[in-house]
């Protein structure tokens, strides 16, 4: 969420009188985050974030914001797209697509308990339950087609031993790729990056999920996956915290139950996880754009943590 595109108050003023959300009275740019521009907007009716988006085209944007309109209208706390008069909830503006959505309340929490990702289990299985009957189609943009154009892109920039290890982990997850196991995961719309700066709580009460423009048709269980990986590990080491990530999988389990597959393939999806995240974090720092405010994760973490995944796999251990 870098700004990459300046944009003038009277520009989003004008955005957000045809939008009929009131007058606009504070524009502040928003530094976390590196694929789109995004925007506080804070009107005389409310406050909400208008996001620019840098990537993504005016076609493949559809899906992700009547996603979250499905999933709103279905109760999942997430933020929902402002319509103009027409209904439109794609637009324009400064010659790129745009999209303006309510302001979630609350908070991050980075240092999270138990509790918290209990609540963050629960409400992600029922954001999977919740977009079954979702009609759309798009691929995880940022899946194994992704990562195999993008490997040999990114190894020029590493030692000996990352080559080998990122080379090999993608021979590996092409092969569980092309199994009937692979093949039997439950998929529908994921998330795919909710990460602990994605996610807004108030206290102890997850009050939404945002950010969902890496949505897209995966496995359910690489969703789990990359919240794992995130939400329940040590940062330090990417150790995974056996007490938080159990605490999620079963909060998850009681929303929508596991499959056999499932759990079987748990370990190789954190791999898969972990590796999606350190290919993008080294293109994003060997490869970055020219942006205000930006500032490119650290991709070594990600190699820690996909290290860890291999060394020591983790199990859900469900007795049910």
Aim: charge should be negative; hydrophobic fraction near 45%; aromatic fraction near 10%.
């Amino acid at each position: 969420m870098a700004v990459f595109t300046e944009v003038g108050f009277d520009a989003a003023a004008s955005l957000a009188d045809h939008l009929g959300i009131g007058p606009l009275t504070e524009l502040k740019g928003i530094a976390s985050g590196i694929e789109n521009t995004n925007y506080f907007a804070d009107t005389a009716k409310g406050r909400y974030v208008l996001t620019l988006f840098e990537r993504l085209t005016a076609e493949q944007l559809p899906f992700y914001l009547h996603l979250m309109k499905h999933l709103a209208v279905k109760g999942i706390p997430v933020p929902e797209p402002q319509a103009d008069a027409s209904g439109e909830i794609l637009h324009a503006l400064c010659g790129k697509p745009a999209s303006v959505v309510n302001r979630l309340v609350g908070g991050h929490q980075l240092a999270p308990d138990v509790i918290h990702c209990e609540q963050v289990g629960m409400m992600l299985a029922r954001m999977h339950l919740a977009g079954g009957d979702y009609p759309r189609h798009q691929p995880n943009l940022r899946g194994l087609d992704w990562w195999t154009e993008t490997v040999p892109v990114v190894l020029p920039h590493l030692t000996p031993e990352q080559a080998e290890l990122i080379s090999s982990e993608l021979a590996f997850q092409q092969h569980l790729a092309g199994t009937p196991a692979y093949a039997s995961l439950p998929r529908g719309p994921v998330h795919a990056d909710l990460f602990r700066d994605n996610v807004m709580f108030d206290g102890h009460r997850l009050t939404g999920f945002f950010d969902f423009y890496f949505a897209g048709i995966d496995t359910f269980l690489f969703d789990i996956a990359v919240c794992l990986n995130d939400w329940c590990i040590d940062l330090d080491t990417g150790r995974m915290e056996t007490e938080r990530a159990a605490a999620f999988v079963a909060a998850y389990h009681r929303e929508r139950e596991l499959s056999g597959s499932e759990r079987r393939l748990m370990p190789a999806l954190l791999r898969a996880g972990a590796l999606r995240f350190w290919i993008s974090r080294l293109w994003d720092f060997h490869l970055p754009r020219d942006a205000s405010m930006l500032k490119p994760h650290d991709p070594t973490h990600f190699e820690r943590v996909l290290r860890q995944r291999i060394d020591d796999p983790w199990h859900p251990g469900l007795t049910t």
